[in-house]
Nanobody, 128 residues
């Protein structure tokens, strides 16, 4: 079993920044990719960003491209999401997910089914 724990959410004003962190832990697992998704009230969970563990290739939803940056720290089994120029539309619960098996995934790591373990989520609220 792999534990996925997010942190760093909070309340910020429009135009502000937040940095989310996501740490994974457990026994004898490999990380192939990690991703961030978000779910706003009354909406479906949507892809935000993904990163391949080997090589560090990144992918972003169009709505966050140029504002959000996903990065990883190999030694810490941790992924980050730097969020700048936040907008009220970014308000959501942000979930981190880990892909720990080598099975094929979507090209952009953007599907829920690409991932094997999920965190509980962290609330991000952007006030106008």
């Amino acid at each position: 079993q792999v534990q996925v724990v997010e942190s760093g959410g909070g309340l910020v004003q429009t135009g502000g920044s937040l940095r989310l962190s996501c740490a994974t832990s457990g026994r004898s697992f490999s990380t192939y990719a990690m991703g961030w998704f978000r779910q706003a009230p009354g909406k479906e969970r949507e892809f935000v960003a993904g990163i391949r563990w080997s090589g560090g290739t990144t992918y972003y939803a169009e709505s966050v491209k140029g504002r959000f940056t996903i990065s990883r720290a190999h030694a810490k089994n941790t992924v980050y999401l730097q969020m700048n120029s936040l907008e009220p539309e970014d308000t959501a619960v942000y979930f981190c997910a880990a892909k720990t098996t080598p099975r094929p995934a979507s090209s952009w790591l953007s599907l829920h089914a690409d991932y094997d373990f999920w965190g509980q989520g962290t609330q991000v609220t952007v006030s106008s």
